[in-house]
């Protein structure tokens, strides 16, 4: 294979990405690998190097893939750190398309857990070399035989080919890199063919525009060439090309086959530089693109506004750059007679929704109000129409409705044997239908359930892990959809729905969730001059009612003694006052109630991490 002069031998380069649960020290052992292959100097260190945002460092979670070259043994190594969440599936999903091997990383104090599999099983799809490699065999509690055993199991090995690593101090890391380059295959490609690179991944700088991150599969790609972007037929000069290690290095050479690098065309407009998009010479175009990536579906409405009406443009303007850091984004513009102009944003799960709004709310000084998430449902009406329902104000109220279809998931949940039957009266609590359950050892189990996913996205993981003490995990993707006994719950203020705090709930649940938000609102709204019912209702019939007390001016205070009388007409007389000022009012609902009764507890996601 011929290779430009000074250009690195595609057989020296090994390409791989480290999978694993979230909080099992993938971050932590990329960070002793920048250490042990000299790129990150021991002044320049830090905990969690190639974690760049603020959110990533406080939690302690990756959201961003981060990949980065390094020199190992004659040999260069691309390595590529990934999140561990479940939301972020789709950010594994695409590292894996630019490697050919992966190492699976396990806690020799925890085992294998759900996340563990679902990355396991993504990388086997993709063909990938697997090196299974347990971490943090120095705490107190590792059982690395144990576990050793399990993994080798799993993946069809012997236990010794179980490789033992602390990603803390270091132990075991040397030989991991020289087993990388020993057993990950080097890259394939046609140096003399037409230039192709996928885009697995880009970002968007304030200064700079779109950066966008390549992996060369054919070919080479160099400085101030022009590139056709394949999927959108645009053309662009690519003022820079280079590696990163970790910093981003300029490179005169270019890129050739095999390597992972950055270009960056100047390009402002988000919408130009599209993941999955296959990236090939303008002069001399490739002649078919590369597979890309199946876009992934959000799993989660959530409608987001400015506190702050006249914030609205800046929203959009917000949105439209986050789309291009996060390719999983999907979002409409939304009004809503209680809240005003924003959108409706969809995610891949609560964990993705509270990031996103946190990151606008950091990066971009918005101040938000986000909805209740809910899940998207198909309506099937009499007559024979469809609606799809992203939003409880769109679920039809007047007509007849056939049926109801909701998402379902398959959702696969690992935990100690002991924990079996306060799992499924979860479950089962929750609507979920039992698939199956096997024994992963002695005392570990995995069982498996179709649940609705409008059941998942609220506190169900919150509830799974104090009911199993922390020990168990949950893992779910999409499988379809089934009918379902759903219902429009309102609630209305002084006769009048509330958009804002209608939900879609089953039938058996909306008695519960009427009485609670009734409660709620009753303790958030301030008192009027007038008494306020609110109403929980499906449709005319209304399921729970709470009143607001209406302040009430003592009429009395200015008779000292005297007649009966003269109390009574100063009562009737405000009596009357109260029913017409009830006919006129309005009862203003401040931000602050919305905020309070809106607020999603996410608690569910902050116990996964």
């Known amino acids: 294979m011929r290779t430009q002069p000074g250009q690195t031998d595609p057989a020296l380069i090994r390409n791989f990405c480290i999978i694993a649960h979230i909080d099992h020290g993938k971050s932590t052992l990329a960070d002793r690998m920048l250490q042990i292959t000299g790129v990150v100097d021991d002044r320049s260190m830090r905990a969690q190097y190639l974690d760049r945002m603020d959110i990533e460092r406080e939690r302690g979670i990756t959201i961003k893939s981060q990949a980065v070259r390094l020199p190992w043994d004659g040999h260069v190594l691309n390595m590529i750190d990934t999140p561990g969440h479940v939301d972020f599936t789709y950010e594994v999903s695409r590292s894996l398309q630019a490697c050919e091997g992966a190492i699976l990383l396990v806690d020799a104090a925890q085992g294998i857990e759900a996340q563990t599999l679902a990355n396991l099983y993504l990388a086997m799809n993709a063909d990938l070399h697997i090196i299974p490699v347990l971490n943090k065999i120095d705490l107190p509690a590792a059982q690395p035989e144990k576990f050793a055993e399990e993994l080798a199991g799993l993946i069809g090995c012997e236990p010794s080919d179980v490789l033992r690593v602390s990603g803390k101090t270091g132990v075991g890391v040397r030989e991991l890199l020289d087993h990388v380059v020993a057993s990950v295959p080097a890259p ?202 992203t939003n409880p104000s769109e679920f039809p109220s007047g007509g007849k409705i056939a049926q109801v279809f909701e998402p379902v998931t398959k959702s696969t949940i690992l935990a100690p044997a002991e924990f079996i039957g306060a799992i499924m009266e979860i479950c089962q609590g929750r609507r979920g239908q039992l698939q199956g359950m096997d024994y992963l050892s002695e005392d570990r189990v995995e069982i498996r359930y179709t649940l609705p996913l409008g059941e998942i996205i609220f506190d169900f993981f919150d509830q799974l892990k104090s009911r199993t003490r922390g020990y168990a995990s949950l893992d779910y993707e999409p499988a379809g959809e089934a009918e379902a006994d759903l219902v429009k719950v309102d609630i209305l203020l002084q006769g009048e729905a509330v958009d804002a705090f209608s939900a879609i709930v089953h039938k058996d649940k909306a008695y519960a969730y009427g009485v609670d938000m009734a409660k709620k609102l009753r303790e958030l709204i301030p008192r009027q001059q007038f008494e306020v019912p609110i109403q929980a209702a499906i449709g005319a019939r209304v399921i729970a009612r709470e009143n607001i007390r209406a302040i009430r001016k003592d009429v009395l205070a200015k008779c000292y003694g005297g007649d009966i009388s003269r109390k009574r007409k100063l009562l009737e007389k405000q009596k009357e006052g109260k029913k017409r000022m009830k006919m006129v009012g309005r009862v203003e609902v401040p931000q602050e109630a919305f905020v309070a009764a809106l607020s999603t507890d996410s608690s569910a996601d902050k116990s996964k991490r």
């Open 188 to 389: 394939v490609g046609k140096a003399d063919a037409a230039a192709r690179a996928l885009i697995f991944d880009s970002v968007y700088d304030t200064y700079r525009g779109v950066v966008t991150y390549v992996r060369v599969i054919d070919g080479h790609l160099s400085k101030r060439e022009r590139i056709l972007m394949m999927s959108t037929s645009a053309t662009h000069e690519t003022l820079e090309i280079g590696v990163i290690s970790p910093e981003p290095k300029p490179s005169d050479l270019g890129l050739g086959v095999g390597e992972v690098g950055y270009l960056i065309t100047g390009v402002k407009d988000v919408r130009q530089s599209r993941v999955g998009d296959t990236v090939t010479s303008a002069a001399k175009p490739a002649a078919e693109m590369l597979a890309g990536y199946e876009h992934p579906k959000p799993m989660v409405f959530s409608g987001l506004y400015p506190i702050d009406g006249d914030e609205y443009p800046e929203l959009r303007e917000a949105l439209d750059k986050l789309q291009l850091n996060d390719a999983a984004l999907v979002y409409e513009p939304e009004t809503s007679a209680a809240l005003g102009f924003g959108f409706r944003v969809g995610f891949l799960g609560l964990l993705h929704m509270e990031i996103v709004r946190e990151r606008l709310e950091r990066e971009f000084g918005l101040s938000l109000i986000s909805t209740a998430p809910n899940v998207v449902y198909r309506v099937v009406m009499e007559d024979g129409s469809e609606l799809t329902v």
